[in-house]
């Protein structure tokens, strides 16, 4: 299976932004759906964005306006522009296919919104 690895995370204040990315072990991002999800501390993962491969993208209604998705597929990279970040941002951001196969997640990346 397809391995993820996620970069880019750290800590920022409310109302910065931070990009992600997320890198795959081969090339899929042409031929699968894939996905941004995030897990928040106490809570489960959720998926937050999607992207098709021709670049159709689809967001959980509280962060429409404020992430972006969006995918190199010749570079084999996925992205996640956050702004406007919020203290409910704070969480393991994590990509995978969309719906996720359990065996490829990684390890993720820490996103910290603190004052």
């Known amino acids: 299976q397809v391995q993820f690895v996620e970069s880019g995370g750290g800590l920022v204040q409310p109302g910065g932004s931070l990009k992600l990315s997320c890198a795959a072990s081969?090339?899929?991002?042409?031929?699968?759906?894939m996905g941004w999800y995030r897990q928040a501390p106490g809570k489960q993962r959720e998926p937050i964005a999607s992207?098709?491969?021709?670049?159709?993208?689809n967001y959980a209604e509280s962060l429409k306006g404020r992430f972006t998705i969006s995918r190199d597929n010749a570079e084999n990279t996925m992205y996640l522009q956050m702004n406007s970040l919020q203290l409910e941002d704070t969480a393991v951001y994590y990509c995978?296919?969309?719906?996720?196969?359990?065996?490829?997640w990684g390890q993720g990346t820490q996103v910290f919104i603190s004052s």
């Open positions: 995978n296919t969309y719906p996720a196969d359990p065996r490829s």
């Open positions: 081969r090339s899929i991002f042409s031929i699968f759906l």
């Open positions: 992207i098709t491969p021709s670049g159709h993208t």
